[in-house]
């Protein structure tokens, strides 16, 4: 059997960058998969968070998912707060996992950053959690982003190291999925820098929500050079906003940057910006639209989270009753 976990945190503002990076990946994975997948709403608290902002942001990333195409029926979709076996798998792992090895996590460093006194234990212990989140289920394929990989190295060690305490074939090691062509989307404003939803400009982004008007304006105004198109991949070398403007197109297009620069050849910006604006418009369209109808239909998605929920835990509890057996808890 091939099951996939992945989990994405409950940040507002979903944009382009999530959509191509993420999102549209884990809808198409739906045919040849059983999906589970889960907002991480234990994961967002390890940093500071709005109470009532993590609960709109949880509804508004499912709201997403659903509205990119992830059937919530066909696979489970749920937030992880309401499914306490990730929890009690997570402490568990936490007395495998080494000091050594959570250590070496270089996201610990980057977010506990010169305070590192100061940071949460929760915080320092995110990877076990998120070994938790994919060993729960026994996934075998995780799809992540290349800021991931070194929590899924993390959790394949932990699966490895708790078969050998407790003698026993329980886990099997879960393979990364990386995405070839991953847009790494960079912002319109500045094509050193990633998209992100907390560059203090909105046209720095594509948010999922944008209406056509909306991200015409944004392409239009998308900072370029005064050159126009290359011909080949080679010709973007020292034009990181030429680079990623045709990167969005190429991933749009389900295409490459070389095929995308063969037709552009020599043609000026405007050009190839409304070619663009075309395809964004017909991609995020709908899905902008289905978020703002779910977004107005809250308990609608409270629901179908809630009912993923159960689905989920129907998964997830006799593998950790597995688990609480070789470790050797007393149960009835
Ligand atoms: N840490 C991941 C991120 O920030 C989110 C995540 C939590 C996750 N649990 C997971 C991803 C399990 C894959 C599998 O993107």
Same mark, same amino acid.
């Given at each position: 059997?091939?099951?996939?976990?992945?989990?994405?945190?409950?940040?507002?503002?979903?944009?382009?960058?999530?959509?191509?990076?993420?999102?549209?990946?884990?809808?198409?994975?739906?045919?040849?998969?059983?999906?589970?997948?889960?907002?991480?709403?234990?994961?967002?608290?390890?940093?500071?968070?709005?109470?009532?902002?993590?609960?709109?942001?949880?509804?508004?990333?499912?709201? *997403?998912?659903?509205?990119?195409?992830?059937?919530?029926?066909?696979?489970?979709?749920?937030? &992880?707060?309401?499914?306490?076996?990730?929890?009690?798998?997570?402490?568990?792992?936490?007395?495998?996992?080494?000091?050594?090895?959570?250590?070496?996590?270089?996201?610990?460093?980057?977010?506990?950053?010169?305070?590192?006194?100061?940071?949460?234990? *929760?915080?320092?212990?995110?990877?076990?959690?998120?070994?938790?989140?994919?060993?729960?289920?026994?996934?075998?394929?995780?799809?992540?982003?290349?800021? &991931?990989?070194?929590?899924?190295?993390?959790?394949?060690?932990?699966?490895?190291?708790?078969?050998?305490?407790?003698?026993?074939?329980?886990?099997?090691?879960?393979?990364?999925?990386?995405?070839?062509?991953?847009?790494?989307?960079?912002?319109?404003?500045?094509?050193?820098?990633?998209?992100?939803?907390?560059?203090?400009?909105?046209?720095?982004?594509?948010?999922?929500?944008?209406?056509?008007?909306?991200?015409?304006?944004?392409?239009?105004?998308?900072?370029?050079?005064?050159?126009?198109?290359?011909?080949?991949?080679?010709?973007?070398?020292?034009?990181?906003?030429?680079?990623?403007?045709? *990167?969005?197109?190429?991933?749009?297009?389900?295409?490459?940057?070389?095929?995308?620069?063969?037709?552009?050849?020599?043609?000026?910006?405007?050009?190839?910006?409304?070619?663009?604006?075309?395809?964004?418009?017909?991609?995020?369209?709908?899905?902008?639209?289905?978020?703002?109808?779910?977004? *107005?239909?809250?308990?609608?998605?409270?629901?179908?989270?809630?009912?993923?929920?159960?689905?989920?835990?129907?998964?997830?509890?006799?593998?950790?009753?597995?688990?609480?057996?070789?470790?050797?808890?007393?149960?009835?």
């Amino acid at each position: 059997m091939r099951r996939i976990f992945s989990g994405v945190q409950p940040s507002g503002n979903l944009h382009l960058g999530n959509y191509l990076g993420a999102i549209r990946n884990w809808a198409r994975l739906q045919s040849d998969y059983d999906c589970v997948y889960c907002v991480v709403d234990l994961h967002a608290i390890t940093m500071p968070q709005d109470p009532a902002e993590l609960r709109a942001n949880t509804r508004e990333v499912a709201a *997403g998912l659903i509205a990119a195409g992830i059937d919530p029926e066909t696979n489970i979709l749920f937030n &992880q707060s309401q499914v306490a076996e990730h929890a009690q798998l997570a402490w568990i792992f936490n007395c495998v996992a080494r000091l050594g090895w959570l250590n070496r996590m270089t996201q610990f460093k980057e977010k506990a950053g010169k305070h590192r006194e100061n940071a949460t234990v *929760g915080l320092y212990a995110y990877p076990t959690l998120m070994a938790a989140d994919i060993l729960l289920y026994k996934a075998t394929h995780v799809p992540v982003g290349e800021d &991931q990989k070194q929590h899924l190295e993390l959790a394949r060690d932990i699966a490895q190291a708790f078969n050998s305490m407790f003698a026993i074939d329980l886990f099997p090691a879960p393979e990364p999925l990386i995405f070839g062509q991953a847009a790494r989307v960079m912002s319109l404003r500045d094509g050193s820098r990633k998209m992100s939803k907390s560059e203090a400009s909105d046209f720095s982004r594509i948010n999922m929500t944008d209406d056509a008007d909306a991200i015409a304006a944004k392409i239009r105004k998308a900072r370029t050079d005064p050159e126009p198109l290359p011909g080949d991949e080679a010709g973007l070398d020292g034009r990181p906003e030429a680079a990623n403007l045709i *990167g969005i197109h190429a991933a749009l297009a389900d295409t490459t940057v070389a095929e995308v620069c063969a037709r552009f050849a020599g043609q000026p910006f405007s050009t190839f910006k409304a070619a663009l604006t075309e395809l964004a418009v017909a991609e995020l369209g709908p899905i902008g639209a289905e978020m703002k109808r779910l977004a *107005g239909d809250p308990g609608h998605v409270d629901g179908l989270l809630h009912a993923g929920a159960a689905r989920a835990r129907a998964l997830a509890r006799p593998i950790l009753d597995e688990v609480s057996k070789a470790v050797g808890f007393l149960m009835p």
